[in-house]
């Protein structure tokens, strides 16, 4: 079945960096973008980006530019998440999420669900 | 940015009601909008992608429609399992944004 797994949780200094990834299965890896969505204690979800896992192509959320970066290895189906200067702020279960856009052989794309999610990483910053 | 208003921010239900939750979009989204349930501590649930389709799996109880800029969630016969957190996700396009929440709580 089509499934997301995420890397156990951190905790980390305020300042330093934490990287978290998400292994893909039961799918073509290279046919769905990956996203990323955080959501701290008694928030609502926040969208920080995505990756295209066939070309690489990222984007990001204004909020997380310059201290968050998306990347892939398509060698082993996984997508990681690395977030710099960190701050208490950052605490929160990051979340990898398959879609909304597949692309076909061709590369012509069309949306889908969002979903499955994986299972959620918490990443406590303590200062 | 595409803005997503989502109300109520909390309702207050009886087992058996029939209650409604919007999300109303600050620009036409066509039908890319999903819903999802979470419950606290939980990963958030999948219930309708494409405004109307239901998630594999997920009791027909849960209906979506709309289109454009307004969409709305029903739940049927409201069941102690449904009383959680609701939310609407825009991915017309990218930044895809979330709904503020509704927190269905039993009356």
């Known amino acids: 079945q089509v499934q997301l797994v995420q890397s156990g949780a951190e905790v980390k200094k305020a300042g330093a960096s934490v990287k978290v990834s998400c292994k893909a299965s039961g799918y073509t890896f290279s046919r769905y973008d990956i996203n990323w969505v955080r959501q701290a204690a008694g928030q609502g979800p926040e969208w920080m980006g995505w990756?295209?896992?066939?070309?690489?192509?990222?984007d990001y959320a204004w909020k997380f530019q310059g201290r968050v970066t998306i990347s892939r290895d398509s060698s082993i189906n996984t997508v990681y998440m690395e977030m710099t200067s960190l701050r208490s702020e950052d605490t929160a279960v990051y979340y990898c999420?398959?879609?909304?856009?597949?692309?076909?052989?061709?590369?012509?794309?069309?949306?889908?669900?969002?979903?499955?999610w994986g299972q959620g990483t918490l990443v406590t910053v303590s200062s | 940015d595409i803005q997503m208003t989502q109300s109520p921010s909390s309702l207050s239900a009886s087992v058996g009601d029939r209650v409604t939750i919007t999300c109303r979009a600050s620009q036409g989204i066509g039908n890319s909008l999903a819903w999802f349930q979470q419950k606290p501590g939980k990963t958030p649930k999948s219930l309708i992608y494409?405004?109307?389709s239901l998630q594999s799996g997920v009791p027909s109880k849960f209906s979506g429609s709309g289109s454009g800029t307004d969409f709305t969630l029903t739940i049927d016969s409201l069941q102690p399992e449904d009383f959680a957190t609701y939310f609407c996700?825009?991915?017309?396009?990218?930044?895809?944004?979330f709904g503020g929440g509704t927190k269905v709580e039993i009356k």
């Open positions: 494409a405004a109307s």
């Open positions: 996700l825009q991915y017309f396009n990218y930044p895809l944004t």
């Open positions: 999420v398959r879609g909304p856009y597949y692309y076909d052989s061709s590369d012509s794309w069309r949306r889908t669900e969002f979903d499955p």
């Open positions: 990756i295209n896992p066939n070309s690489g192509n990222t």
